[in-house]
C-alpha cells in the first residue's frame, strides 16, 4: 500500500469513528397524535426576580383539529451526568380546541432556576419533557398517553 493510500485508508476510518459522534444527537420534533400536536420548546431565561435570582420559562406549543381535548403532563428537569436527572416539579395543561381551531397555542409556566447540583458548581443543565392524551372528540374516546418528548437541554449560570 502507498502512502498515500495508506492515508486515505487512516482518513476513512477516522470518519467512520466521528460519524456515530454526530447521529447521537436526539432529533428534535413534535409528537402528533390523534389529531394534536406538542411541541417542548427549550427552556428560555425570562427575567431577575426581586431577589435577584434566574427564572426560566418552560414553553409548550399546541394545536389540535378542530372539537378536540387535551390534557398535557409537563415535567421540568435539571440533567445530571454521573446521577439521575432531578425532578424540578409538573405542570398539566387541559385545553379545548372548537371548530375552527385557529393556530397553535403557546403553554407556559415559569419557575425560579435551581442551585441542583453539588456546590461549586454553578451551570444548571435545564430541560422538560411533555406527554399528552386527548381527552374529548367527536368520538368521545380518550386516547392513550403519549410516549415522553424532551426538549433541548440548556445550560443556565446560576450568577
Not at 5 to 16: D, E, F, Q, W, Y
Not at 117 to 127: C, F, P, S, T
Not at 137 to 159: K, N
Amino acid at each position: 500500500m502507498s502512502v498515500s493510500r495508506k492515508t486515505l485508508v487512516a482518513l476513512a476510518g477516522a470518519a467512520g469513528l466521528a460519524l456515530p459522534l454526530v447521529t447521537l444527537a436526539p432529533a428534535h420534533a413534535a409528537t402528533l397524535s390523534n389529531g394534536c400536536n406538542v411541541d417542548p420548546s427549550a427552556p428560555v431565561f425570562d427575567h431577575l426576580n426581586n431577589t435577584g435570582d434566574k427564572v426560566i420559562k418552560y414553553e409548550v406549543y399546541v394545536s389540535c383539529d378542530a372539537n378536540r381535548s387535551i390534557e398535557i403532563e409537563d415535567q421540568r428537569w435539571e440533567w445530571d451526568y454521573t446521577s439521575a436527572d432531578d425532578p424540578l416539579g409538573t405542570t398539566t395543561y387541559n385545553m379545548t380546541f372548537s371548530d375552527p381551531p385557529g393556530p397553535a397555542r403557546l403553554k407556559s409556566v415559569t419557575k425560579n432556576l435551581p442551585d441542583a447540583d453539588a456546590w461549586g458548581d454553578n451551570n444548571e443543565e435545564i430541560y422538560h419533557s411533555v406527554r399528552f392524551r386527548v381527552t374529548g372528540t367527536l368520538d368521545g374516546v380518550t386516547s392513550p398517553w403519549t410516549a415522553w418528548e424532551d426538549s433541548q437541554i440548556v445550560t443556565f449560570h446560576l450568577y
